[in-house]
């Protein structure tokens, strides 16, 4: 069985600095790709960040580009979703997401999902 398992959320005040991990299991993880998607309140699911697992290629959205830094630990299992500078309008829950072959930001090409961890920027 799949599973995802993000941590690392909570309260931040603006400016500061959070680091998001995702940690996987049942899956040969080194095979995987694995994004960052974040949800706002009444907002819809946006892609945030991807981490390739053949070339070790990263793509960001522009909201986080210059901000954020997604990276991997094949040994651990885990990806890791460094946060700078955080804003307010970063709070959202954010969610890992594996896929052998996802189309980047499409949300709907990924197979395997955590259930999230609350970021919350306090400005």
């Known amino acids: 069985q799949v599973q995802l398992v993000e941590s690392g959320g909570g309260l931040v005040q603006a400016g500061g600095s959070l680091r998001l991990s995702c940690a996987a299991s049942?899956?040969?993880?080194?095979?995987?790709?694995v994004g960052w998607f974040r949800q706002a309140p009444g907002k819809e699911r946006e892609f945030v960040a991807v981490i390739m697992w053949r070339t070790l290629s990263t793509y960001y959205a522009d909201s986080g580009k210059g901000r954020f830094t997604i990276s991997r630990d094949n040994a651990r299992n885990t990806v890791y979703l460094q946060m700078n500078s955080l804003k307010p309008e970063d709070t959202a829950v954010y969610y890992c997401?594996?896929?052998?072959?996802?189309?980047?930001?499409?949300?709907?090409?990924?197979?395997?999902w955590g259930q999230g961890t609350q970021v919350t920027v306090s400005s």
């Open positions: 997401a594996a896929d052998v072959a996802p189309t980047l930001s499409d949300s709907s090409s990924y197979a395997y």
């Open positions: 049942g899956l040969t993880f080194s095979r995987y790709a």
